[in-house]
């Protein structure tokens, strides 16, 4: 139980172009919906939690127009990077948590996204 | 503030050989506290996890075991395999997760 998944697991971009992450609870309602970013053979990097009907709120230092978040329902959240850069070339994870289990997350398996 | 601290990587070891990643924390509460693996490509898997002091977490041979005293929860395994080969990240949740900085570990025959 308690799957997540990410999809794409790859993207390839253009810059200037815009990409769309789906982030899926398979099995279960997530009440919240996290996402991170990592670098290369480094941490996780929490970016924005989202509540299913609110607004992310945003970590310190990231973009909200640049990261766009939405989480419509209780088993999917998305993550919209607008604007591509190369410098936001990245392994992007979302994991997902319910309120009777609210300290564990459950990860996706990432989206590895290269902006050209 | 909350963190946490694990040792540098990377850590090559013999098959069969016993293996310790250490890890601690800093906390302004009491922490729920993880171990999560990420194989090559892929997200975080739950390894094991404590909620309370001495509480011993345990899966598929790895053990950590949270010590308040010494604010740690160091992740122990007897006997590693090549397939333990992986990232291994220490975590913890106070109200949201802290990371790790994540020890790679390379288990050779």
């Known amino acids: 139980g308690a799957v997540v998944s990410q999809h794409p697991s790859w993207v390839i971009c253009k810059s200037g172009t815009s990409v769309k992450i789906e982030c899926r609870s398979l099995d279960f309602q997530a009440t919240t919906m996290f996402w991170y970013r990592q670098f290369p053979k480094q941490s996780l990097m929490l970016m924005a939690t989202?509540?299913?009907?609110?607004?992310?709120?945003?970590e310190q230092g990231v973009e909200k127009d640049k990261f766009l978040i939405n989480h419509a329902s209780l088993t999917l959240s998305t993550l919209t990077v607008t604007s591509a850069h190369p410098e936001d070339s990245s392994f992007y994870i979302c994991?997902?948590?319910?309120?009777?289990?609210?300290?564990?997350?459950?990860f996706g398996p990432g989206t590895r996204l290269t902006v050209l | 503030g909350n963190s946490v601290t694990q040792m540098e990587g990377p850590v090559t070891l013999s098959e069969e050989a016993f293996l310790t990643i250490n890890c601690t924390y800093t906390a302004t509460g009491y922490p729920s506290l993880f171990w999560y693996v990420q194989y090559p490509g892929e997200g975080l898997q739950l390894l094991l996890k404590?909620?309370?002091?001495?509480d011993k977490g345990s899966n598929k041979g790895f053990e950590a075991t949270y010590r308040k005293e010494t604010t740690s929860f160091h992740l122990e395994k007897g006997s590693v395999q090549v397939s333990d080969s992986a990232v291994y990240f220490c975590a913890l949740n106070y109200g949201q997760f802290y990371f790790g900085t994540g020890t790679s570990l390379t288990v050779i025959p």
């Open positions: 989202s509540n299913e009907g609110s607004k992310a709120t945003y």
């Open positions: 994991s997902a948590s319910f309120a009777s289990l609210y300290n564990e997350q459950f």
């Open positions: 404590a909620t309370k002091a001495d």
